[in-house]
């Protein structure tokens, strides 16, 4: 039997699920039904990743165990997708005992290879990404997906020799141009791996939420080593059992965004490369989920959220939207009135409208039974022909993954056969004498087109068109049809239909949309929790008009702390805005913005100790987090500020009192 896999990237276990990942695993889920209609045997991979030291420090905040921490994250995180109708055959977990073993055999192999060596190394390092922006010698950047300045990290190493495969890399790009899709993400590849690769680092010392490097306990294996080694570990590479990895290895596609494309497309090849395994036949990176033009985001409150979206709307609603709308590998615009619009033309006005109509007319006036045809004349040849068509152009669009353009062919039958229905008017044939001959060929030629809609549309809708089956009183499942042997007149005649129910009722939208924004104005955000109302707006809505006192208690509701600014950098495109990390004391340095740069040189600040609002609430500036506020006083008429300090000694960290 031909065999399929196609795996998702595994999800970091630190963060709640957004639209991104339900998408990525949506296209996903959608491969594996098609394929498995298609007669393939299908192995279907999604997952999470659980080590590294942002979860560490999520497990330390919370003051329980990190595996406690994981477990608690995972078991949340399982129950969403099948609340969503995906269904992956397995869900991998970095912290499984298997995942080890065949983490720890890849070192083996490529370390046995004479790939890896160990060295010192130090570089900005991003700790939500789990990667390194920079080396130690250039400037400290800017994280450009988190928007927060990287921290140095400076340790012993393990390094990988990524410098020895660029040519091979290359070469393999060349030989097989569509290993990286779409074509726009190849020649960004292609380009970075031409201007030159460098090695490495593969392991941490500083971290202890880890894979143990092999022979060296004291190195942890660096995120983005042992995670990408996931799609064979859960095959068995490094197990007794390897039946798994020798049926489904390679991987026919690996569905990522296109913000890990360098892991996927240069390091990952890279690593198969020196273990000597084969590489995986594709891998495709989609674009970015906007809403509303912009990148999602909860400080704009633009954030698609996946209860809001479970609450309002059918999982069969969700999965076309992502496949029709969104041009797969280019970024998409997702707004919750899009979806409504797109639900309610296609879906409740098209193909549902479609079903109702011609279901309740063969009710009505065949005695609930698919009638036989009685004549074929030249608008039945042409629907038949518009059918052949639609599931050709259908079948060669899913398998380059332009699902958009899938669905496209798809709905232009419906419009078809929408219009052969209008033009006819049944309604008025039941009245004539002459026109039952019509009457029934019409209702036979409009139920034959939609078994042959239910079998194309099945991955993409797999609820509605298997209530439409049940609905029409076929046998099976539209599902176990495989499309290329589609046939527009398998026998259907003298099926009974049984109770009409609309598969894709009408949404209110005006309704829907005052529900979500009255959540949005209650909680800040759609599903979210709530929100404090920023200091600052309370401020401008009763400027005092006299001195008004405060009592020792409001005093001490204002977290004053002691810091030593580390680093200072203007912002761009800015006169006055600085860019600070400042030691307070805590675990981790603060990100504060603060308006000082045309009373301060950057460099003269670091080392300077400082006053910091520790317990303001965050709020982004230009696209930075500020976490806190500098204490300055402003002097002069041109108001130039002036930071607070110390004569003596302090701590970072002490409260001001």
């Not at 165990?65 to 992956?88: C, K, N, R, S, W």
């Not at 969700?318 to 998409?332: A, S």
Request: include cysteine; charge should be negative; charged fraction near 25%.
């Amino acid at each position: 039997m031909k065999t399929f896999y196609v795996t998702t990237p595994i999800y970091y276990a630190n963060a709640r699920l957004h639209l991104g990942h339900l998408y990525t695993t949506i296209v996903a889920d959608t491969l594996k039904r098609y394929k498995r209609q298609r007669g393939y045997d299908v192995f279907f991979l999604t997952g999470t990743d659980e080590h590294g030291v942002n979860i560490e420090r999520a497990a330390q905040q919370r003051g329980v165990p990190v595996m406690q921490h994981v477990d608690e994250v995972v078991a949340e995180t399982q129950q969403i997708f099948p609340q969503f109708g995906l269904e992956y055959d397995h869900w991998i977990r970095t912290t499984a005992d298997y995942h080890y073993r065949g983490a720890q055999e890849l070192w083996r192999r490529i370390r046995d290879a004479g790939y890896i060596y160990k060295s010192d190394y130090a570089g900005w390092y991003c700790p939500n990404c789990n990667e390194f922006k920079a080396d130690a010698t250039q400037e400290q950047p800017v994280c450009d997906v988190h928007e927060r300045l990287t921290e140095i990290v400076q340790e012993e190493s393990y390094f990988f020799r990524l410098s020895a495969f660029e040519q091979r890399l290359l070469q393999h790009y060349e030989a097989n141009p569509s290993f990286i899709q779409p074509d726009a993400r190849r020649n960004e590849v292609v380009s970075f791996v031409r201007s030159g690769l460098r090695d490495i680092s593969i392991s941490r010392t500083s971290v202890r939420w880890g894979v143990p490097v092999p022979d060296d306990p004291k190195h942890v294996m660096y995120v983005w080593f042992e995670a990408l080694s996931n799609y064979i570990t859960a095959l068995g590479f490094g197990s007794e059992n390897t039946d798994r990895l020798r049926r489904y290895w390679p991987a026919d596609v690996q569905l990522i965004g296109k913000d890990i494309i360098r892991f996927h497309a240069v390091w990952w090849p890279a690593f198969l490369m020196a273990a000597g395994l084969e590489l995986p036949k594709m891998i495709f990176a989609h674009g970015m989920l906007l809403s509303g033009g912009r990148k999602m985001s909860k400080t704009l409150g633009n954030v698609i959220d996946l209860p809001t979206l479970k609450r309002y709307f059918a999982n069969d609603m969700i999965r076309y939207f992502c496949l029709r709308e969104i041009v797969f590998g280019e970024d998409g615009d997702c707004t919750f009135e899009a979806l409504i619009d797109r639900s309610n033309a296609d879906l409740a006005d098209g193909f549902g409208n479609l079903c109702s109509r011609t279901l309740t007319m063969i009710k009505k006036y065949c005695d609930s039974v698919i009638p036989a045809a009685a004549q074929s004349g030249d608008q039945e040849q042409e629907i038949r022909a518009k059918a052949e068509q639609a599931r050709r152009a259908f079948l060669g669009e899913f398998d380059t993954y332009r699902f958009n353009r899938a669905l496209e062919s798809a709905w232009e039958l419906i419009t078809r056969v929408d219009k052969y229905i209008s033009e006819n008017k049944p309604w008025e044939l039941v009245k004539r004498e002459t026109g039952h001959a019509q009457l029934v060929t019409l209702l036979n030629t409009a139920s034959k087109t939609l078994r042959y809609l239910a079998v194309l549309l099945s991955p993409v809708l797999p609820e509605a068109t298997r209530q439409l089956w049940q609905q029409m009183g076929l046998s099976g499942e539209p599902a176990g049809v495989d499309p290329e042997a589609l046939e527009f007149d398998a026998p259907i005649e003298g099926c009974r239909i049984g109770e009409v129910r609309p598969l894709f009722p009408k949404l209110n939208k005006e309704k829907i949309m005052t529900a979500i924004e009255a959540e949005r104005e209650t909680t800040g955000e759609p599903g979210g929790e709530p929100v404090a109302t920023p200091p600052q707006a309370a401020v401008k809505e009763s400027p005092p008009a006299q001195q008004q006192y405060i009592s020792i208690e409001d005093f001490a509701k204002v977290d004053l702390r002691v810091g030593t600014v580390l680093t200072a950098r203007k912002v761009e495109k800015t006169d006055k805005l600085l860019l600070l990390t400042v030691d307070i004391g805590e675990a981790t340095p603060r990100q504060l913005l603060a308006g000082i740069a045309q009373a301060y040189e950057p460099e003269s600040l670091i080392g300077r100790k400082v006053v910091v609002v520790a317990n303001l609430q965050p709020r982004k500036v230009r696209g930075y987090e500020s976490q806190g506020m500098i204490v300055a006083a402003s002097v002069g008429d041109e108001e130039r500020p002036v930071l607070v300090g110390f004569h003596e000694d302090v701590p970072n960290g002490a409260r001001l009192r």
